[in-house]
């Protein structure tokens, strides 16, 4: 093949695959059924305000620093005497009164910024706020471990910081059916047929046809895997229950995958917040209910955890506008029953100690839970994936 007419159908093809690499590793893979633990990753992005999803409403300053937008105690679903949860998260209750919900408050870290996408990728990394990485922790999961690209999957059509490794980078595949058809377009075909091309070398074209052999490799392997079962679960009709329906297929089809990323946008609501907060969470908590019902109904809900967070929380005293603005700490969501650590692992937020800007203060460092997620359920040392010694917590 020429180096022209290369560039032109290799071009194509990376375009039909909505992915910019696929990096190294697996022209063979092991066909056998999965075993063993899996992560489900979800972000709220945008900034979920947890001091109204997780409410304190028997205490006296929340209501006064929300005059209008207070959750009131009528509308909440009561979880003990002075905390209940957002009327939408009717999941979530009954995950609590199972013992397979463990939430976790004030989590953040140190000098916390409040950019969307600065915040998200400290997040992703696992970083300092002053740190900058290229590189995410579950990719350097990936690394440590030497992990095929296939151990770690995010339903999109591109690839997060969160599961791009040094070495090993995730996949990304919002359809497998779509992205396994498109491996057999005919000049996806063509440049892989020119794989053994003696001209080839890692220093020309060579490390792009190695990518897209792998690519061939992998959605060969995720389509005809995750066909092989078809829930009988019924989901809601939106797009974040689409993801979570897709996660439940790849799991329960004993896909080898580990780790699963997705999210739900909408939730930076600087505006009239009741209203798009309440509908964002009914997404968030039915989409979930149909996923656990689904992983249950397999037995795979036993070897799940699902680990919730949001980039950053929302300032406690809301805005003119019936909203809140970029706050620091927040809450986190662990689902799964094999919990060391059911119901609140701590107290919540003490407003009347907020900091000089009128944001919670952490109390938990979220890379304390990821020590503990890494350590105790991926089962691999998490000073060697986050580059440094944090306490974990005692939850799984």
């Not at 945008?46 to 304190?56: A, E, M, R, Y």
């Not at 967070?309 to 029953?337: C, K, M, P, Y």
Request: with cysteine; aromatic share 12%.
């Amino acid at each position: 093949m020429k180096r022209r007419d290369f560039f032109k159908q290799a071009s194509l093809a990376s375009t039909a695959l909505f992915l910019p690499k696929f990096v190294s590793g697996f022209n063979l893979i092991d066909s056998a059924v999965a075993t063993g633990k899996k992560l489900v990753i979800i972000q709220l992005s945008g900034g979920n305000d947890g001091l109204n999803t997780v409410v304190p409403f028997r205490n006296d300053i929340y209501y006064k620093k929300r005059t209008s937008l207070a959750q009131q105690k009528s509308n909440l679903i009561e979880i003990t005497d002075e905390i209940g949860f957002h009327e939408s998260l009717i999941a979530h209750s009954n995950l609590y009164n199972n013992g397979e919900l463990c939430v976790i408050n004030n989590v953040g870290y140190p000098n916390p910024n409040r950019s969307h996408f600065r915040a998200t990728d400290i997040w992703h990394t696992g970083s300092d706020a002053n740190e900058y990485l290229q590189s995410g922790w579950i990719g350097r999961y990936l690394d440590v471990t030497k992990s095929k690209s296939l151990d770690a999957l995010e339903v999109d059509d591109s690839l997060s910081l969160l599961l791009k490794g040094e070495l090993t980078d995730g996949i990304a595949t919002k359809n497998p059916q779509l992205f396994f058809r498109t491996t057999h377009d005919p000049y996806f075909k063509n440049v892989v047929s020119h794989y053994d091309d003696a001209h080839l070398s890692e220093h020309n074209l060579g490390y792009l046809y190695k990518t897209m052999v792998t690519a061939t490799s992998s959605a060969k392997y995720i389509y005809e895997t995750s066909k092989t079962y078809t829930t009988k679960t019924s989901y809601p009709k939106n797009e974040f229950s689409n993801q979570l329906k897709q996660v439940a297929q790849f799991i329960n089809s004993g896909l080898q995958t580990k780790v699963y990323y997705t999210s739900l946008g909408g939730f930076d609501t600087h505006a009239n917040q009741i209203n798009k907060q309440k509908r964002l969470l009914k997404i968030y908590d039915g989409a979930m209910a149909a996923f656990i019902k689904d992983l249950k109904a397999q037995d795979t809900f036993k070897d799940t955890l699902v680990l919730t967070f949001s980039e950053f929380g929302r300032r406690v005293q809301q805005n003119a506008a019936n909203g809140t603005d970029h706050g620091t700490a927040n809450q986190v969501f662990l689902i799964g029953n094999q919990l060391k650590k059911q119901g609140f692992y701590n107290p919540m937020a003490d407003l009347s100690n907020l900091d000089n800007n009128g944001d919670l203060k952490y109390d938990v460092d979220f890379r304390e839970i990821y020590t503990s997620v890494l350590n105790n359920w991926l089962e691999v040392d998490a000073k060697k994936v986050l580059s440094k010694s944090f306490t974990g917590l005692n939850i799984v």
